[in-house]
């Protein structure tokens, strides 16, 4: 019987073993958002809404060139979580407009307030109009930038508006998570940050303390 020679075994092993690195080098992956939810002091209780998001962005690109370097295998979807490291295994994904009501569905609902899958006549609409969202790598500065409009109304009697934008930066230190978290800490700001109560008094759904 012919011995199979223990270097060529060797060289066959190292090998296979660098076909597989590469190839889990080279899979697509998901942006990683967190989002942390505020803990509600108001809860408007008994509120309900039907949520719209409207992408009105003159800049569809999310990325700038410099940013999709570094994010040059991204599957161009979003994987939103709330724990403290990121989730293993199979996540929910959405796409950008996905991902915004995801969060702005979290933020109402830690407010007490119930969002309605399906529009009734009665339902008060929260629109959220987003004009710009970006993340962009300047030099070894992570800059990410956020503005958007909340109008809600009740059969376009009283409207309540609210104009809300966010910028912030983060040093590049270890590639792409440094731009994921700043996602994630602007994208958490900018949501929280939008005064549901004023919104929800502006528009007469509510009696103004």
């Known amino acids: 019987?012919?011995?199979?020679?223990?270097?060529?075994?060797?060289?066959?092993?190292?090998?296979?073993m660098a076909l597989l690195f590469l190839g889990a080098c080279t899979k697509p992956?998901?942006?990683?958002?967190?989002?942390?939810r505020p803990e509600s002091s108001t809860p408007l209780i008994d509120q309900t809404v039907y949520l719209q998001i409207i992408d009105d962005r003159t800049n569809k690109l999310f990325l700038s060139e410099n940013a999709s370097?570094?994010?040059?295998?991204?599957?161009?979807?979003?994987?939103?979580?709330?724990?403290?490291?990121?989730?293993k295994g199979d996540v929910e994904t959405h796409q950008m407009v996905g991902l915004i009501e995801a969060v702005m569905q979290q933020r109402l609902e830690t407010a007490g307030i119930a969002v309605l899958k399906e529009k009734k006549d009665e339902t008060?609409?929260?629109?959220?109009?987003l004009k710009k969202i970006e993340l962009m790598l300047k030099g070894r500065t992570w800059v990410s930038d956020i503005r958007y409009e909340a109008k809600l109304t009740q059969d376009n009697l009283k409207v309540g508006k609210e104009q809300v934008s966010a910028q912030a930066e983060r040093t590049k230190?270890?590639?792409?998570?440094?731009?994921e978290r700043l996602l994630g800490d602007i994208l958490t700001?900018?949501?929280?940050?939008?005064?549901?109560?004023?919104?929800?008094?502006?528009?007469?759904?509510?009696?103004?303390?």
């Open 29 to 36: 992956y998901h942006f990683y958002v967190k989002y942390d």
């Open 69 to 87: 370097k570094e994010f040059d295998r991204w599957d161009r979807s979003f994987a939103l979580y709330h724990t403290e490291k990121k989730p």
């Open 124 to 129: 008060p609409v929260l629109t959220l109009n």
């Open 1 to 16: 019987m012919k011995q199979i020679n223990p270097f060529l075994t060797c060289l066959l092993v190292a090998g296979i």
């Open 173 to 179: 230190v270890m590639g792409r998570s440094a731009g």
């Open 189 to 209: 700001d900018s949501i929280n940050q939008l005064n549901l109560e004023k919104l929800f008094n502006n528009a007469g759904l509510t009696s103004t303390p």
